[in-house]
């Protein structure tokens, strides 16, 4: 199971990178065309290449806790269900990113920054509510981030379409998984105060 989510996640990054290639070289043919992209400037789309890099990056957090829950010895199918959810999202979440880049005639990716981080690190003993409150917490940095995009892209030349799509499309669905992740954590810590394995086993059954 480690193995086959680490070669994933590595034909990821290929696939990533070969998407980039690939517009590169179409964009250095010779123009056909006689208008002209409406372009995103540099310190707009600096932080949407930014951006795309944190939404991989989490997707990868998410899927190293659904390898751990898939564990013989933790074993809680649940959670491992809810995190390779978590991660096929921000898989979207960076594709979505990506396609909308090509769209406003950029590049998918910045090739001289864009690098996936893989060393984070789920700890042995780690339960089903740090969990949660680790992605809580990744949730709120990316929307943290996204709000930096936004910020950005309302300064210099005020690229409203992206704030638009931004705050619409990523904001909305950040701000009701967070408050998910937070009822989950919540009804967690009741289960478990007078058992906390059992009201693990029966949150992980009843509740992801």
Known sequence: MMKSIFFGMVAMAVAILSIY??????????????????????????ALHLQINKEFDASIVYLKYAAYFAQEKV?????????????????????????????????????????LNYTYQVLAGTDGES????????????THSIRGVIKACEEGSNDYHLVD???GEYLDEQHKGQRELAEKIATLSKMKKSAP???????????M
């Not at 969990?131 to 990316?142: F, G, I, N, Q, S």
């Open 197 to 207: 394995k059992l009201g693990e086993f029966l949150f992980d059954k009843h509740h």
């Open 21 to 46: 290639q690939e517009t590169a070289q179409a964009q250095e043919q010779p123009a056909t065309h006689d208008y002209k992209w409406n372009g995103i400037d540099d310190q707009c789309l600096t």
């Open 165 to 167: 799509y931004l705050t």
């Open 75 to 115: 074993n809680l199918p649940g959670f491992e269900k809810f995190f390779f959810h978590a991660a096929g999202e921000e898989r979207e979440h960076g594709i979505k990113l990506i396609e909308y880049a090509l769209m406003r005639g950029q590049g998918p990716v910045d090739k001289s920054n864009f690098k």
């Open 131 to 142: 969990a949660l409150r680790a992605a809580l917490t990744k949730e709120e940095e990316v």
